[in-house]
């Protein structure tokens, strides 16, 4: 069976590079930012981290359904899950907050049932893992949230099998406190078991699971399918279209198979594509056009370039802020490029545009 490595999300073409011309501005702009993401221009670290937590926070019931699946059994469909607040958790929490984890809230109508929290944890390196460092977390919660209600998972992208599973603490007549938590090992899964999933999360990490090396190009195209099929919005396609792409390392010659074996999925990536191309050049270039052709290329490079920046960051972080618009918008082209190559790698819009 073929084992994830997490260094084969720098190998290999992004998705988003079908169907550009390569003349156009806005191509180059997308092959640098596939650069960034699969560090043709040498290894950059993807914040797996953030990309779990974008993942969460957009499908939050989805996520407790494959990361937690007894407990979500038990949730109904009644029952309404959000994030917890994350100003919140970091005012009252202060060091002890955990900006890359997310606390998901189950709640039910009227009450007739006690609010359950879910606390996820995505670890890449299970190096790092702590168990105590979890357990120490679940407690935090629990006392801000007023609740003993509280389940753990840790979603695991790699494992060795020997994380800590329980934690006992106790003496010599009595064990006074016991601790476990929900374990999921992506590449423990078997990605056949998930070929047809309706959970968009488990059909988006195909290509974390368990398949044999010659399903590599029927694993990329059926995250793809099941992105364009179980998620209608445009904007969340754009969006997570690269969170397949970043997993799934096809070199070359595996793209261009790809492109001839799956032609329906193909066309789908090269729609976006277009899209994104389209979005940046109407903004951009649509001022630079009236004016003369050096100051306005000039210009349009400037205005797409901000242009594909906010989508990029609206994307990852949310709502962009009036501030950050503002110096966005006052940038020159050397200064957005930069920004456009640190985005992948910040975990924060105030690190991102140095605003400290």
Same mark, same amino acid.
């Given at each position: 069976?073929?084992?994830?490595r997490?260094?084969?999300?720098?190998q290999?073409?992004?998705?988003?590079?079908?169907? #550009?011309?390569?003349?156009s =501005?806005?191509?180059?702009?997308?092959?640098?930012?596939? *650069?960034w993401?699969?560090?043709?221009?040498?290894?950059?670290?993807?914040?797996?981290?953030q990309?779990?937590?974008?993942?969460?926070?957009?499908?939050?019931?989805?996520a407790?359904?494959?990361?937690?699946?007894?407990?979500? +059994?038990? !949730?109904?469909? *009644?029952?309404?899950?959000?994030?917890? +607040?994350?100003?919140?958790?970091k005012?009252?929490? @202060?060091?002890?907050?955990?900006?890359?984890?997310? /606390?998901?809230?189950?709640e =039910? /109508?009227?009450?007739?049932?006690?609010?359950?929290?879910?606390?996820?944890e995505?670890?890449?390196?299970?190096d790092?893992?702590?168990?105590?460092?979890?357990?120490?977390?679940?407690?935090?919660?629990?006392? #801000?949230?007023?609740?003993?209600?509280?389940?753990p998972?840790?979603i695991?992208?790699?494992?060795?099998?020997?994380?800590p599973?329980?934690?006992?603490? %106790?003496?010599?007549?009595?064990?006074?406190?016991?601790?476990?938590y929900?374990?999921?090992?992506l590449?423990?899964l078997n990605?056949?078991?998930?070929?047809?999933?309706?959970?968009?999360?488990a059909?988006?990490c195909?290509?974390?699971?368990?398949?044999?090396?010659?399903q590599?190009?029927e694993?990329?195209?059926r995250?793809?399918? @099941?992105?364009?099929?179980?998620e /209608?919005?445009?904007?969340?396609?754009?969006?997570? !279209?690269?969170?397949?792409?970043?997993?799934?390392? #096809?070199?070359?010659n595996?793209?261009?198979?790809?492109?001839?074996?799956?032609?329906?999925?193909?066309?789908?990536?090269?729609?976006?594509s277009?899209?994104?191309?389209?979005? %940046?050049?109407?903004q951009?270039?649509?001022? %630079?056009?009236?004016?003369?052709?050096?100051? %306005?290329?000039?210009?349009g490079?400037?205005?797409?370039?901000a242009?594909?920046? *906010? *989508?990029?960051?609206?994307?990852?972080?949310?709502?962009? /802020? +009036?501030?950050?618009?503002?110096?966005?918008?006052?940038?020159?082209?050397?200064?957005?490029?930069?920004?456009?190559?640190? !985005?992948?790698?910040?975990d924060t819009?105030?690190?991102?545009?140095?605003?400290?």
């Open positions: 069976m073929r084992k994830y997490p260094q084969e999300q720098w290999g073409l992004s998705a988003l590079s079908f169907g #550009l011309t390569p003349l =501005w806005f191509t180059k702009l997308l092959f640098k930012y596939n *650069k993401t699969k560090g043709m221009d040498g290894p950059k670290r993807v914040s797996h981290d990309n779990f937590k974008n993942l969460i926070i957009d499908y939050p019931r989805q407790i359904e494959l990361f937690s699946p007894e407990e979500a +059994r038990h !949730i109904g469909p *009644k029952a309404r899950v959000v994030p917890l +607040r994350q100003e919140q958790l005012e009252r929490l @202060g060091e002890r907050f955990r900006e890359l984890d997310v /606390p998901l809230m189950v =039910w /109508p009227g009450g007739e049932r006690e609010a359950l929290l879910f606390v996820l995505e670890e890449t390196d299970p790092r893992f702590s168990i105590h460092r979890l357990a120490h977390y679940c407690l935090d919660l629990s006392e #801000l949230c007023k609740t003993s209600r509280v389940v998972v840790v695991f992208l790699n494992t060795r099998g020997s994380e599973v329980q934690l006992n603490l %106790g003496g010599d007549c009595h064990e006074y406190l016991r601790f476990h929900i374990r999921c090992a590449q423990e990605a056949e078991d998930y070929w047809e999933s309706s959970n968009l999360i059909r988006l195909l290509n974390l699971m368990k398949w044999e090396e010659e590599k190009l694993v990329y195209a995250a793809v399918r @099941g992105l364009s099929t179980l /209608p919005d445009p904007e969340k396609q754009l969006k997570y !279209i690269d969170f397949i792409d970043i997993y799934s390392a #096809l070199d070359d595996e793209m261009e198979q790809y492109k001839a074996q799956y032609p329906q999925e193909s066309n789908t990536m090269a729609t976006l277009e899209r994104l191309r389209a979005e %940046g050049m109407q951009g270039m649509q001022q %630079g056009m009236q004016q003369g052709m050096q100051q %306005g290329m000039q210009q490079m400037q205005q797409g370039e242009a594909a920046l *906010k *989508k990029l960051i609206s994307l990852k972080f949310g709502e962009l /802020p +009036r501030w950050a618009e503002a110096q966005i918008q006052s940038a020159g082209v050397p200064e957005l490029e930069v920004w456009l190559e640190a !985005i992948l790698t910040s819009l105030e690190s991102l545009l140095n605003r400290h």
